[in-house]
């Protein structure tokens, strides 16, 4: 078995795993920041870094002792290299370069939202491996920084097919809550407190776009419509009325969601679907999406929620394939073969 031990740190986590053959996790260690950022609403990108430099090494030693292995284990290291917080990756990756330096281990860079593509294939040793995606097929990522439909031939064959013109899912989710007074962060706080509300209490228009490419996302409107009710009518307190508000509004992002998931999928002929990243941790679009997709007749993969957000189990995985070669495996011969640090660069595409 090749293990790659992996570091993520592109924003409020620093977290380290060590991965076998890109999908057995034999340790995955995280260190949150929720706990710092939420009384200010939102990462503070100056704090994030300087609590990474604290848990990098921490996290790594962690990773190690949890699988009972040590350096000698380890055939190749991988890290996060962007997108994300500039700061926050800078430590990171100067972590992973002096590790990899001084354990004469190959690096591995590694794109964040291949890694979050790559989460689907995760289990641990004792759970049923998840059944693989066909090629190709569509991958819906979405989260707090990102919201984009990919179009993956491949593992290392992804071409991104469309994006939000404005705000991220999560993001939205966040300033809902914000402005709600509830709380940071604002997906699983909106989640709860949209349980037993009536969806169709608020209607909220979904966008439409005739320039430039149909499938991309908005929701900064959804955002300013919650703003307007709350405008209009006042923050209502907590009980039936909070509860459909922010049910409608969840039912607003999940729908848009779905729609240009399936949109894509029939457009492009595929069979498959992969739900990832961290809003995929939300019941109601995982229920709405698997719903939707399967009477259509297409297949949803979607990571187990503890592989949505942000970790490094879903570098490690992602690394396991040569980025060179289209579906090809890193191979001891290939390992010998890399520089210490990557230069894999894929602008839009990854």
């Known amino acids: 078995m090749l293990k790659i031990l992996a570091i993520e740190s592109s924003c409020d986590e620093t977290a380290a795993a060590l991965v076998g053959d890109g999908h057995l996790v034999l340790s995955d260690a995280v260190a949150t920041q929720i706990d710092i950022h939420r009384k200010y609403g939102g990462v ?7 609590n990474h430099l604290v848990d990098a090494i921490p996290v790594v030693e962690e990773a190690l002792t949890s699988a009972d292995a040590t350096w000698n284990d380890v055939d190749a290291m991988a890290v996060t290299r962007g997108p994300g917080l500039v700061g926050s990756l800078l430590v990171g990756l100067q972590v ?5 330096y001084a354990k004469q281990k190959p690096l591995i860079p590694v794109h964040h939202l291949q890694g979050h593509m790559q989460a689907v294939f995760l289990h641990k040793e004792g759970e049923p491996r998840p059944e693989s995606p066909g090629y190709p097929h569509v991958a819906l990522a979405v989260s707090g920084g990102h919201t984009a439909l990919y179009l993956v031939s491949s593992p290392t064959q992804i071409r991104q097919i469309a994006h939000t013109r404005d705000d991220a899912a999560g993001e939205a989710f966040d300033k809902v809550s914000r402005m709600l007074g509830l709380g940071y962060p604002g997906g699983p706080i909106v989640e709860r407190g949209a349980k037993g509300g009536n969806e169709k209490a608020f209607k909220f228009t979904r966008p439409h776009f005739k320039d430039g490419d149909p499938l991309d996302f908005s929701f900064s409107g959804l955002k300013t419509a919650v703003l307007t009710v709350l405008k209009k009518f006042g923050a209502p307190p907590e009980g039936q ?3 459909d508000l922010l049910a409608s509004f969840q039912h607003a992002v999940c729908d848009q969601l779905v729609e240009r998931t399936l949109e894509a999928a029939k457009h492009f002929g595929c069979k498959h679907a992969v739900l990832a990243g961290g809003v995929a941790c939300n019941g109601a679009l995982r229920r709405l999406m698997q719903e939707t997709l399967s009477g259509e007749g297409i297949a949803l993969h979607m990571p187990r929620p503890r592989w949505c957000t942000d970790n490094a ?21 290939a390992l010998r073969s890399l520089n210490a640090v990557g230069n894999w660069d894929i602008g839009e595409n990854l």
């Open 44 to 50: 503070v990108p100056e704090l994030a870094s300087r």
């Open 96 to 100: 992973a370069k002096a590790l990899a």
């Open 241 to 243: 009325d909070l509860a």
């Open 313 to 333: 189990a879903m570098i490690g995985a992602a690394a396991w394939h040569r980025d060179q070669v289209p579906g090809s495996r890193l191979t001891g011969e």
